[in-house]
């Protein structure tokens, strides 16, 4: 197991569109395990392949409360969403240390291979729910900020280079 650098944005890497998983064989199920110790490390609920610079249809997550859980998600596709919507507060190990309000489907079904290569349909509501469609949003090369307004935007990125600049020094 391996901790694995983690993109902050603007890095420009974390706009790639990530590709689909094409077997999913010990390479990726090492990127797996260092991808769960690298999320856990850093204390988030959720990672995906691209916020550590593999631009492959992967994510991993740990929503429960002893974060003991994980859950592996394999090239995902939505197949439904709710038609029911909700401001949800969200964070981004890839934007420390922002926090705000982005609308989300209450809840979500995705079908996506687990660790095995195995097809499993996933029924997601609550903060599951979110988190699926947070990190989804990573594969498509897509960060939460991207919800806001230009003007919170321009603020985040010139602190999070400020935050960068400094963390360099
Ligand atoms: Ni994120």
Redesign the pocket.
């Known amino acids: 197991m391996a901790l694995l650098p983690i993109l902050c944005y603007p890095d420009p890497k974390l706009h790639t569109v990530a590709k689909p998983v094409a077997e999913v064989d010990t390479r990726i199920r090492t990127l797996i395990s260092d991808m769960l110790e690298t999320m856990h490390e850093a204390k ?1 609920i ?3 392949a691209t ?1 550590v610079d593999v631009h492959e249809r992967l994510i991993v997550m740990d929503v429960s409360e002893q974060h003991d859980d994980p859950l592996v998600l394999i090239n995902p596709k939505i197949v439904w969403s709710s038609a029911e919507t909700h401001l949800n507060e ?6 420390p240390g922002i926090y705000d309000g982005v609308e989300r489907f209450d809840a979500v079904k995705v079908e996506a291979q687990d660790s095995h290569g195995k097809l499993r349909l996933i029924e997601a509501d609550g903060l599951l729910s979110v988190c699926i469609q ?2 989804m ?2 594969l498509l090369g897509k ?2 900020v991207e919800y806001l307004s230009p003007l919170k935007r321009k603020r985040i990125k010139t602190k999070m280079l400020k935050a960068q600049r400094e963390a360099r020094n």
């Open positions: 988030g959720g990672l995906a916020q969200e964070g981004c190990l890839s934007v947070h990190e949003d990573h960060v939460f």
